[in-house]
């Protein structure tokens, strides 16, 4: 699947785009009346390559159908135009391939959208359709560079609300600035509680985030959040592997990503934890202190929400081997991948880097450990779900 505009290119292995043939594993419960949305969720391996749209003009119209062997059969109320339905998804400049596959889970087309930036960097967005009354979902992540990503989220959705759409979604898989949610020293400010009410301002009625830094995030929002965690995409893909169960650890990075971590491991047939103990000493600085837990002969699969710098967890790898695991996975929701992150993660200490594309992968930061997977199936569901004023919960039950 090529992207014209963003100049980017996608190959989508099998389960991407669901056939209309199989089961789901993660989806059990649709209703009968309603075209399931077949295929192992996470199955699919993405390798994409894209290059930065900052600079250039983005439009939607460029965007091509996905060529399919077999037709897709639209949901209820949901035609191949989206005509038909009140149901209007648009994708900002940050990742419109992730958002290409939404569209393509849910049977229908992006909405048509005209965003590019003068010769003196201010953004100018117009849709070029209308939304009145319609339920619209604003598919940006901000990811790097997160404050031209935040700032053209905003224009988006301040465009959405003066064309009169009944609901405005922020889907937003990931969220940028949402490390700073408390103050760690005097003087500073919580970012994340400013970029959530700058999101409520501009006319947002809620927001799709996937696997925040904090749940207090959630709190910052004068509005509904929706929060999807990425876990069963992983999760799905690891029960793929031949990995025996005895033999697997999990391993949070840190202190505080210890629930995150529990509840991975309970689910990954209820594997025992460790814990890599780390003294920060500034910002993308980390030590790792100690270990607690036992790791030797084991397959470590580290967790995390997000790879920056991959310090902390490249050091982390480093202990468990000297404890003597017998293999390391790092698996991650965000694969933000700031420099030197692919230096550590390609040096061979990881058996495999597991993340998602919720941040779009360049072809310039691929190596050979490296699997993305697609999160589209799930936010896919997610987005009709919220649409559809269904539970969210039974998704990851």
């Not at 201010?122 to 404050?147: H, K, W």
């Not at 790791?295 to 480093?318: C, H, P, Q």
């Amino acid at each position: 699947m090529a992207v014209a505009g963003a100049n980017a290119s996608c190959s989508i292995a099998a389960g991407a785009c669901p056939s209309s043939s199989g089961s789901s594993s993660l989806f059990p419960h649709h209703r009968p009346s309603r075209p399931r949305r077949h295929g192992r969720i996470g199955i699919a391996t993405i390798m994409c390559t894209s290059s930065s749209m900052h600079g250039y003009g983005y439009d939607s119209s460029s965007l091509p159908s996905l060529s399919l062997p077999f037709p897709i059969p639209a949901p209820r109320g949901v035609t191949s135009t989206g005509s038909g339905s009140r149901l209007r998804i648009f994708s900002g400049s940050a990742n419109p391939v992730l958002a290409q596959e939404i569209a393509c889970y849910l049977g229908m087309e992006l909405g048509k959208i005209k965003i590019k930036r003068f010769a003196d960097g201010e953004i100018y967005v117009q849709l070029q359709e209308s939304v009145r009354g319609c339920d619209v979902f604003l598919v940006q992540p901000t990811c790097p560079p997160a404050n031209e990503n935040l700032m053209e989220l905003l224009i988006m959705i301040d465009a959405c609300r003066r064309a009169s759409a009944k609901n405005i979604t922020a889907v937003i898989p990931y969220f940028g600035y949402a490390r700073a949610d408390r103050k760690m020293q005097g003087r500073e400010s919580i970012a994340a509680k400013l970029v959530a009410n700058l999101i409520t301002e501009a006319g947002a009625h809620r927001v799709l985030a996937c696997d925040l830094h904090s749940g207090q995030s959630i709190g910052y929002f004068d509005i509904p959040v929706d929060h999807v965690y990425g876990q069963p995409v992983i999760l799905d893909y690891l029960a793929s592997k031949t990995i025996c169960p005895n033999d697997v650890v999990v391993v949070s990075p840190d202190v505080g990503g210890v629930a995150r971590a529990r509840a991975f491991a309970k689910k990954l047939s209820d594997a025992p934890l460790a814990i890599v103990d780390k003294r920060r000493q500034g910002h993308n600085q980390a030590e790792v202190v100690n270990l607690i837990g036992d790791v030797r002969g084991k397959v470590a699969v580290m967790v995390d929400d997000m790879i920056d710098t991959a310090g902390t967890i490249s050091k982390g790898a480093e202990l468990l081997h000297k404890e003597g695991a017998r293999a390391v996975y790092a698996c991650s929701t965000h694969a933000v991948f700031s420099p030197p992150a692919l230096q550590r993660l390609s040096s061979g200490l990881f058996q495999e880097v597991i993340i998602t594309n919720t941040v779009p992968v360049q072809h310039l930061h691929s190596f050979p450990q490296l699997t993305v997977l697609s999160v589209a199936n799930l936010l896919g569901e997610t987005i009709w779900r919220v649409h559809d004023d269904c539970s969210l919960s039974s998704i990851f039950k």
